[in-house]
């Protein structure tokens, strides 16, 4: 049982160590910043369903 535990976190590392490596061919290093940006609807009147109608 011991054995077979060893044996995940070993290739949980594995994963972890390559996933990083990838992550850092591609750029994403700590220097980046990535900016997200959010979209706010405005508020819709009745009036404005009105005249789409009309």
């Not at 060893?6 to 994403?28: K, P």
């Amino acid at each position: 049982m011991l054995k077979g535990i060893a044996i995940c976190l070993c290739l949980l590392v594995t994963q972890l160590a390559m996933l990083s490596w990838i992550d850092h061919r591609q750029g994403g290093s700590e220097s980046v910043q990535r900016q997200v940006t959010s979209v706010q609807a405005s508020p819709r009147t009745r009036e404005d369903d009105d005249a789409e109608l009309g």
